[in-house]
């Protein structure tokens, strides 16, 4: 069983939890038509889809701690660890200016994932947003890491925005970021 909490300072190096492999599948392309925001997906065939990997961050708890929230998704380890729990799953969460708090960061255990981990962390988050008195939450993902984008669509997120601008003159050059937002 999951169980999602905040990430106190004693389990702090949770926050540190590493990115792992995802196949990338394809990518989405949004389009903004008569005030009104449409997608399509494209999808990779065989061997183009391959896997892709973020490089793990090197988070702070103490720095960051101000004004972000970490919500950790712990499992019961069965592995001989004497059912001590381990994180498997990681949302932040940070304070912004605006009526939406930033899911600054969101992954999940290749492991756990399609068992409703991220999910359930979203659910938390959604909570955390309406104490707050946030409108909800808002985040950004490559166009090309489909499986994100399709997984904010299915939590209830929309397209609010694109940023084509982003990655230029970077080793990422020719991504966009799709903002989305949810309600709370």
Same mark, same amino acid.
């Given at each position: #069983? ?5 990430? @106190?300072? /004693?389990?702090?190096a ?9 196949p990338?599948?394809?990518? #989405? ?6 005030? +009104?925001? =449409?997608? =399509?997906? +494209?999808?990779?065939?065989? /061997?183009e889809v391959g896997?892709? %990997? ?17 919500? *950790? ?5 069965? @592995? ?10 990681? /949302?932040? &969460? ?8 930033y &899911? ?11 068992q409703?981990?991220?999910?359930? &962390? #979203? ?5 955390? %947003? ?18 994100? %984008? ?9 397209? *609010? *925005?694109? @940023? +084509?601008?982003?990655?230029?003159? +970077? ?5 966009? @970021?799709i &903002?989305?937002? =949810?309600? %709370?």
């Open positions: #069983m999951i169980k999602i909490r905040q990430v @106190d300072p /004693a389990h702090k949770d926050i540190l939890l590493p990115n792992e492999p995802f990338p599948l394809g990518k #989405m392309i949004p389009s903004y038509v008569d005030e +009104t925001w =449409r997608y =399509r997906f +494209t999808y990779l065939e065989g /061997a896997e892709m %990997c973020f490089p793990d961050e090197d988070y702070c708890y103490e720095a960051m701690q101000g004004h972000s929230v970490f919500l *950790g998704a712990y499992a019961s380890a069965y @592995d001989g660890a004497n059912g001590a729990e381990h994180c498997v799953g990681l /949302a932040i &969460l940070q304070d912004d200016l605006f009526r939406y708090m &899911l600054y960061d969101l992954k999940v255990v290749k492991k756990y994932r399609r409703g981990v991220a999910s359930a &962390l #979203m659910e938390q988050a959604a909570g955390i %947003c309406r104490e707050r008195g946030y409108r909800g939450l808002y985040t950004r993902a490559q166009d090309n890491n489909l499986p994100a %984008c399709r997984f904010y669509l299915k939590a209830g997120f929309h397209i *609010g *925005g694109l @940023d +084509t601008n982003v990655y230029q003159g +970077t080793k990422q050059e020719g991504k966009a @970021d &903002l989305f937002y =949810r309600d %709370c």
